[in-house]
Structures are given as C-alpha cells and as structure tokens.
C-alpha cells in the first residue's frame, strides 16, 4: 500500500463520511489499478452524499475500464442530473461528453 493510501485511510478513520478523503483514497487505488477498493469507496460517497456531483464521472470510468458500460452509462446520467441541479456546468459537459460517447 502506497504512503498516500496510508495517510488517506488513516484520516478516514477520523473522518469516515468525508466525500473529499473517500474521492482522493477512490483516485489513488485507481492509479495502482486497485478497482475493487476504488469502486468501494467510489460507492461510498454516492450512498452518503448523492449529490458530491465528482464522483460520477470517475465512478463512471471505472465502471468502463471494469468492462461494464450499462452502469457507466447510467452513472454518467444520474450525474448530468446532479449536477443541473448543482448549477455545475462543467461537470455537466464533462459527464455529458463521457456518456455521448458510450450512448452515440
């Protein structure tokens, strides 16, 4: 385990529900292809805070390089949705972009 996943961890156990610590603990598995971690705390934040609009497209593209589209997809729409809401346009072009070019 890398030093940063040690520090990260050892915050989260200070701070379990913080959707920042949980996204850059989800990043730094991903860079070490570490997928089922990733996906766990990715899934983490969703389940405490629907609306941390970050984590959908990340969720996103693991979802794709786990070779499963249908939930890439329907990540990248729920996300669209979340962050309208947010007034967060740039996620929303971002999740947008990503879900085009699964769907087109």
């Known amino acids: 385990m890398s030093g940063r996943i040690e520090k990260l961890a050892a915050f989260l156990n200070d701070s379990p529900n ?3 610590l ?5 990043l730094e598995y991903v860079k070490i292809d570490d997928d089922d971690n990733a996906l766990i705390c990715f ?6 805070d629907p609306n941390y609009v970050a984590t ?3 969720l996103g593209k693991l979802y794709e390089r786990i070779n499963d589209p249908d ?3 329907a990540t990248y729409a729920r996300g669209m ?4 809401a947010a007034g ?3 996620s929303y072009n971002e999740l947008q972009g990503a879900h085009e070019d699964l769907v087109y």
């Not at 949980?22 to 989800?26: D, G, K, P, R, S």
């Not at 949705?81 to 309208?84: L, Y």
């Open 22 to 26: 949980n996204h850059a603990l989800a």
């Open 18 to 20: 913080d959707c920042f």
């Open 71 to 73: 939930s890439a997809v």
């Open 88 to 90: 967060d346009m740039h």
């Open 56 to 58: 959908y497209y990340h």
């Open 81 to 84: 949705v979340i962050a309208r």
């Open 43 to 48: 899934e983490k934040n969703l389940d405490f």
